[in-house]
């Protein structure tokens, strides 16, 4: 069965960090882009970052750019979303994706609709 699992999330202290988790079973992801969302209490559904299939380029929201960074290992069917510096806007439940693309240097950052597969998500609060 195919499953994506997200973890570590959890409450943090304003400026802490948290490194959040995503590990698939079921499937080999090499050929896939890796989506990282969030959602807030009363938002949309906010893209934060996505790392691409070939050449695992990274493209981080402004919102988060320069204090989250997003990496994936493809052995393991891992990837990984650094998160510091946190703020209480950053508060949300974070979920991770996944999306069939081939081989390309792209991903769609803020484009929900475009990735099949999404994890349960985890809990992110970020309060003092």
């Known amino acids: 069965q195919v499953q994506l699992v997200e973890s570590g999330g959890g409450l943090v202290q304003p400026g802490g960090s948290l490194r959040l988790s995503c590990k698939a079973s079921?499937?080999?992801?090499?050929?896939?882009?890796i989506g990282w969302f969030r959602q807030a209490p009363g938002k949309e559904r906010e893209g934060v970052a996505c790392i691409s299939s070939l050449g695992s380029r990274t493209y981080i929201a402004d919102s988060v750019k320069g204090r989250f960074s997003l990496s994936r290992d493809d052995d393991e069917n891992a990837s990984y979303l650094q998160m510091d510096d946190l703020k209480t806007e950053d508060t949300a439940v974070y979920y991770c994706?996944?999306?069939?693309?081939?081989?390309?240097?792209?991903?769609?950052?803020?484009?929900?609709?475009?990735?099949?597969?999404w994890g349960q998500g985890t809990q992110v609060t970020v309060s003092s």
């Open positions: 079921g499937f080999s992801w090499n050929f896939y882009i």
């Open positions: 994706a996944t999306s069939w693309r081939g081989q390309t240097t792209r991903c769609p950052i803020d484009a929900a609709n475009e990735y099949d597969q």
